[in-house]
């Protein structure tokens, strides 16, 4: 899981496999963002979950979120070399200020 | 279609030396601007944010000041680097709260 000053984690999958990131958050929220970031790249938003969505689904990619226990997740089913990339979960904690997790990154071998 | 544009791509400068790193937003009037800083291998984290001309508040603490002196633009700068200071900066914007749109970054490496 990811949440705040943590390091990167690293997930490494082959091809065709389904991977899950985890996400946890320590302030209420009512949106979930996760981003991917490809290297030297700045992040671009993927998917996001409000508080009254308990899965969202984007092609191969599904989030999830549990408001209960402040967590989020994002699957990838299917993944390809090219879902190779730096993925974090982010969410407002009041106002402007917009907190990232960790990061989790994935590494798809052929 | 809004675009953002980052100055410059990349920077190297010595321990002490002054910076200004740009950030430039077209097609949006009235943005949400963010400044956010990575480490190598790092999360983000938010350094500034700010929601209108002459407005900006600041996050966290790093030695580190911005400005929005037009509606489009965003600067962030220090008279005085610290080898801390090295890592990626990127600016994005947003509206209504929602989600952010990045720049792609400016590498600064402070030797």
């Known amino acids: 899981s990811q949440w705040g000053e943590e390091n990167l984690q690293a997930l490494s999958i082959q091809e065709g496999e389904d991977v899950t990131m985890n996400c946890s958050y320590k302030?209420?929220?009512?949106?979930v963002h996760w981003y991917r970031q490809d290297s030297g790249r700045g992040p671009a938003l993927i998917i996001l979950?409000?508080?009254?969505?308990r899965e969202k689904r984007s092609g191969r990619l599904r989030a999830t979120l549990d408001t209960s226990s402040q967590s989020s997740s994002l699957s990838i089913t299917a993944a390809q070399c090219e879902d190779t990339a730096v993925y974090f979960c982010?969410?407002?904690?009041?106002?402007?200020?917009?907190?990232f997790g960790s990061g989790t990154r994935l590494l798809v071998s052929p | 279609a809004q675009t953002i544009h980052q100055w410059p791509v990349a920077e190297i400068k010595a321990v002490g030396s002054p910076l200004s790193l740009g950030c430039t937003i077209k097609?949006?009037?009235?943005?949400?601007l963010y400044w956010y800083w990575q480490a190598t291998g790092g999360t983000l984290q938010q350094l500034f944010y700010?929601?209108?001309?002459?407005?900006v508040e600041s996050v966290v603490q790093l030695n580190l000041s911005a400005s929005r002196p037009k509606d489009d633009q965003f600067i962030l700068s220090t008279e005085k680097l610290l080898l801390s200071h090295s890592g990626f900066y990127l600016c994005?914007?947003?509206?209504?709260?929602?989600?952010?749109?990045f720049g792609h970054g400016t590498k600064l490496s402070v030797l």
């Open positions: 982010a969410t407002r904690t009041g106002g402007y200020k917009v907190v």
């Open positions: 302030t209420y929220t009512t949106v």
């Open positions: 700010s929601i209108t001309v002459g407005q």
């Open positions: 994005a914007w947003s509206t209504s709260n929602e989600r952010l749109f």
């Open positions: 097609g949006k009037s009235s943005p949400n």
């Open positions: 979950i409000r508080s009254n969505e």
